[in-house]
């Protein structure tokens, strides 16, 4: 289920800013993310990094830039050298390409794990039934909660309940992977067992950003560390270069605090 595929996922971040109000959310930000890689993204509160996340699947509108995925523009088709918007119904069939595991679940309580995990490759018409309950039991066992098919996802724990999560955005085959703050909601003790499942799927070859505030996966995993302020990208590269080499004063002040 989790072979590497080839790789695409691809993602292109080109002079994106956001504003709410007056406020600068984020500020002209660009990224170059490779088919595969791993993206850890830092930064104290307030610093952009749910924004940009949630613009990568264009569930925030961009003001200034663009973002593109295997080439494709997030949110827009081109005609000429304009941009247009395009309508909700495409813009959630775009989606299908882009996994988002929230902070809170965000599972449906009325259906079982296994309902969960069914009900969007059905609805999108890419698997039949019987293809879509063979994918969730391989995706259960891939967040090694088989056992857990028949349960009500309210009756999990919350570490339970987020690695359905994963499962349920695996189900669609995104191309890239996205998490903000995956483990914040959790108890202490829950918070590994879901670092394992983005560990091992982080060996899968799906590219994955993720917005986290722990430092040892981040330096485990990840093949590049972005550090953001205010809105902005201070300071970016490899997991070594950020995390143990810091160059810039705001990237060394938030790893003592976390470190």
Known sequence: MLQSHNPTGHISITGVSKYFGRHK??????LELEPGSVTVILGPSGSGKSTLLRAINHLERVDEGFIQIDGDYIGYRQSGDKLYELKEKEILRQRVNVGYVFQNFNLFPHLTVL????????AHKQLN???AVEQAYQLLDVVGLRNKADAWSRHLSGGQQQRIAIARALALRPRVMLFDEPTSALDPELVGEVLDVIKKLARSGTTLVVVTHEIGFAREVADNVVFMVDGKIVEQGSSDEVLNHPQHSRTRQF????L
């Open 129 to 131: 039934r019987k293809a």
């Open 115 to 122: 309902e969960n995990l069914i009900e969007a490759p059905i």
């Open 25 to 30: 959310a984020l500020d002209n930000i660009s």
């Open 255 to 258: 790893l003592s605090k976390v």
